[in-house]
């Protein structure tokens, strides 16, 4: 007899506490005031979060799986975001900080490389993995880093290695960027060689969760920026001459070749489409554009969080345009937060008119913001002196991988100590070594402002009839 699979929908984003009370409440799966539904695998088997046929009607923005697929929005050149598996270590919003312990590190690397060495002299059989002390306060080994140490591969600190990356929405860190002490760099080294300028849109990776999220980046992205980033470039670089050097190799500078992340394909179709003016640029906005439309994301949310998206071309040519200018509108927006205007209706209560030096340090000093009560929302606790008040809903509506931006600003910017290494991570020092003691204060306020923006120009989207869509968009170029 072939068993029969039931289900009950508790709904989307309830805390323990509340799933508890559901379960309480109906007591077992014999109570027969408990709906259920008996569940039926589809072809692609799923159970529950079932996909929608015309997903797969729409173009990719990428295939890796298949290189030959030119029928994509970008070429297979986009990447996952950095994946340094050691974060602790290489990640630090002071500079100075971060400069002097990955030094250390360093350092401390190379001197087991020789201890390792000169064990292994009478024993080739010894792994690094079985001799060398893991101490979580010098380093933090991996893979690739024994088998370098058994491969007796030296390192040496490299100061330009020092960079600003994308550590979390709307929070950047110092980054030091090395191949060696970077587990997975990925693409990463072609999106962003050097001082190349280039934008990527990063967006959930498949198996992720929360619901489907984008964000542009114009620095390097890390991998948990959104969950398992996936990220697609306006340009990538080629290395113009021949010699293969490492990411950080002393010698002549690199000299290199952009080429252009969007197919040729995708602007050919545009182009009969829409025009001959459009160009690839538009049709990189259109993407980042559509992604944020409530009506995509909530049609297909089942398909984004199993497959990377795939987009239609729309019908309208007003449509298409419209998406291209929200989307150079919403890159703008997240691209340049630091320096958005603070919302108008928001009042900032214990700010001081020109606080200086160390008196200016301590007045926006943050240890870790929090609401007065969890259902209020409307005032944050900057810290002990300062508060805002007056913050709108809105501004919550903005949500960037399963929270609102807001909530990230004060997830981020407080101090923490990493359990394993002892080592603090104080986000003050960012504002301190940018000479800017308001710099977080400054942030939050400017994000309620994009935060809002976002919404609004998110409402403004054209509405798509994804059914009609689905019949027109993949047809071949004639």
């Not at 002390?133 to 330009?160: G, V």
């Not at 967006?203 to 980046?217: L, M, N, R």
């Not at 927006?333 to 001081?352: I, K, R, S, W």
């Amino acid at each position: 007899m072939k068993a029969k699979i039931y289900y009950h929908d508790i709904g989307d984003y309830l805390d323990r506490e509340e799933k508890l009370r559901i379960l309480k409440r109906f007591g077992s799966f014999a109570n027969p005031e408990m709906p259920l539904q008996e569940l039926q695998p589809n072809e692609h088997g799923d159970w529950i979060s079932v996909r929608n046929d015309a997903f797969e009607t729409f173009i990719p923005l990428g295939d890796k799986e298949d290189k030959t697929n030119k029928q994509t929005f970008f070429l297979p050149i986009y990447s996952n975001g950095l994946k340094t598996q050691r974060d602790a270590w290489v990640y630090d919003s002071a500079k100075s900080r971060l400069s002097q312990r990955v030094a250390e590190m360093i350092a401390y690397y190379n001197e087991q490389r020789e201890v390792f060495a000169e064990a292994a002299k009478g024993n080739k059989d010894l792994e690094a993995k079985d001799f060398l002390p893991f101490n979580a306060s010098k380093i933090s080994w991996t893979r690739a880093l024994l088998w370098d140490i058994e491969k007796q591969k030296a390192y040496s600190y490299m100061e330009k290695g020092i960079v600003t990356a994308y550590y979390r929405p709307f929070f950047k860190q110092c980054l030091y960027f090395d191949r060696g002490f970077n587990e997975m760099v990925y693409q990463i080294p072609k999106l962003f060689p050097s001082a190349q300028k280039n934008l990527v849109i990063c967006v959930s990776g498949v198996g992720v969760t929360k619901d489907f999220t984008a964000i542009i980046s114009n620095i390097i992205p890390d991998l948990e920026l959104i969950g398992k980033s996936q990220c697609f470039p306006l340009y990538y670089y080629e290395e113009s001459n021949a010699a293969q050097q490492g990411l950080f190799d002393s010698g002549a500078e690199q000299q290199y070749t952009r080429r252009d992340g969007i197919s040729d394909f995708i602007l050919a179709r545009a182009q009969k489409q829409y025009g001959k003016n459009v160009g690839k640029e538009d049709i990189f906005y259109y993407v980042y554009g559509f992604l944020h439309s409530p009506e995509y994301r909530q049609t297909f949310a089942a398909d984004l969080k199993k497959m990377l998206p795939r987009l239609p071309l729309v019908e309208n040519v007003k449509d298409f345009w419209a998406f291209s200018k929200a989307g150079r509108a919403l890159a703008d927006l997240h691209l340049n937060y630091e320096t958005a205007p603070h919302h108008p209706e928001v009042t900032v209560q214990g700010d001081a008119p020109s606080p200086s030096g160390r008196d200016g340090e301590g007045l926006y000093r943050v240890q870790k913001m929090r609401f007065p009560a969890k259902d209020r929302k409307d005032t944050i606790l900057y810290n002990n002196q300062i508060t805002i008040e007056n913050i709108p809903a809105k501004a919550y509506e903005y949500v960037v991988n399963g929270k609102s931006a807001l909530e990230w600003i004060m997830e981020r910017y407080q101090i923490t100590t990493h359990k394993d290494s002892d080592i603090t991570n104080d986000p003050n020092d960012w504002a301190l070594e940018h000479g800017k003691p308001r710099y977080i204060l400054d942030l939050l306020l400017s994000i309620i402002h994009v935060s809002c923006e976002t919404m609004d120009i998110v409402a403004g989207l054209p509405k798509v009839n994804f059914a009609s869509a689905a019949e027109t968009s993949c047809e071949s170029p004639a």
